[in-house]
């Protein structure tokens, strides 16, 4: 097994960690809590929830970890805790420090902006592999024993959700030296694609049937919508898996029919017409009047139109605007029709558009990593594009927008 530090933070699905830092803020009565990675003896968070105001600056700290453990060692025992209250900090983490502007209560235990609470998430062999931070107590104290059993429970759910994720990423790392990735990424997605389905649906039948008990006003119903909004996380992640790999399956055969391409983007634009005024987004359609004939599979393709427009829309500003065009290219009129999906928002960095189609990637951007995904989508329409022998071409500048422009063979 390879070192923690040949993993890539940016290649970690937080799926699973993101869920653990919203129980802890939900149900220890935190506003903020983060878990972060090693890599490269520095701390990479990849998991925030709370107030998302300090997402930003929470993101880009990367403190050495032989400083927070030297830090660390001023700290109170707390079990699997550690609480460095403020009068014993050395200030040795001053320039990677986040200190919240929040007022301090009256009594001796009363929570400090400086106050420090983490849980070090160790493998078996004693390697920290990662970190469990909480900070800003709603109560304004610091945490009782049952608060601290909460964030315990959560911190052990974190210490093995990191070190699967990196155990999975190291050992792909090694798949990938031994030009074997594909065959078993395709098999592991698959199964745990279906394997996932069952207990989802069990969770969001229980969820309905615990909504319908509840009286107006009561407390539960807050960590109850956050397991809802979880849970939703969760089968958009099964969605894209089972597309995946369904497209990455060499031995499926590809059921083509005849396909017009500008009547399935009217329907795709209509089913996500909601997504998009929800986020404030103008999403324009530039449709010929006559039909625009490809062969291909329509499942298939509806998936790479949907995850094309979806993106766009996701990674525009409010008040942005998203174009989708379909239209024969200037080259080539007679053999292809053109899709392309324009939009406005925040960009991709040169260096990062040759990886964007690679499952699971996401971008390194604290833009990018603020708004919610799988790495998934682009690289199920890398696949259709593949299957239905077509070609894909990417333009973006960082900050001004993106452009993909899909070329399918023309009936």
Avoid at 79 to 85: A, D, R, S, V
Avoid at 184 to 196: K, P
């Amino acid at each position: 097994m390879g070192s923690a530090d040949e993993v890539d933070p940016g290649a970690i699905d937080r799926a699973a960690l993101q869920l653990i830092a919203e129980g802890v803020t939900e149900l220890a009565g935190f506003e903020l809590a983060a878990i972060s990675i090693v890599h490269e003896g520095r701390l990479h968070t990849i998991a925030i929830a709370g107030d998302q105001r300090y997402d930003a600056e929470l993101s880009t700290q990367q403190p050495p970890v032989s400083e927070v453990l030297a830090e660390l060692e001023h700290a109170e025992d707390w079990g699997m805790l550690k609480f460095l209250p403020h009068e014993r900090e050395t200030h040795g983490l001053t320039d990677f420090s986040f200190i919240p502007d929040v007022p301090v209560a009256d009594g001796a235990d009363a929570w400090h902006p400086r106050d420090m609470l983490v849980a070090l998430l160790e493998d078996d062999g004693g390697e920290l592999r990662g970190v469990l931070s909480v900070d800003v107590p709603r109560n304004g104290r610091r945490p009782d024993r049952d608060q601290r059993r909460v964030i315990e429970q959560h911190a052990r759910q974190a210490g093995r959700a990191v070190i699967a994720l990196l155990e999975r990423d190291e050992f792909e790392h090694g798949m990938r030296r031994e030009r074997a990735t594909s065959d078993y990424r395709g098999q592991l997605i698959d199964a745990l694609s279906h394997q996932l389905q069952n207990p989802v649906a069990a969770i969001t039948g229980n969820l309905e049937l615990l909504f319908e008990s509840l009286e107006p006003g009561d407390p539960d119903e807050r960590p109850l919508r956050a397991i809802e909004r979880a849970t939703g996380r969760i089968q958009s992640m099964i969605k894209d898996l089972l597309a995946l790999a369904k497209v990455n399956n060499p031995n499926r055969p590809l059921h083509e029919v005849e396909v017009d391409l500008s009547e399935l983007v009217r329907e795709v634009a209509e089913a996500v017409a909601p997504e998009a005024a929800a986020s404030e987004v103008d999403l324009q359609l530039e449709l010929p009047s006559d039909p625009m004939l490809v062969r291909g599979d329509p499942g298939e393709l509806e998936d790479l139109v949907a995850n094309l427009v979806s993106n766009a829309i996701k990674y525009s500003d409010p008040r942005g605007m998203v174009r989708v065009e379909v239209r024969r290219p200037v080259q080539d009129a007679a053999a292809y029709v053109e899709l392309a999906v324009v939009d406005h928002g925040i960009g991709v960095a040169e260096e990062e558009q040759g990886r964007l189609f690679e499952e699971f990637f996401r971008s390194h951007s604290v833009e990018a990593r603020s708004r919610p995904g799988t790495g998934l989508g682009l690289a199920v329409v890398e696949r259709v594009v593949r299957r239905h022998r077509g070609r894909i071409e990417l333009e973006s500048v960082l900050g001004e927008g993106t452009t993909f422009r899909v070329l399918l063979p023309a009936l």
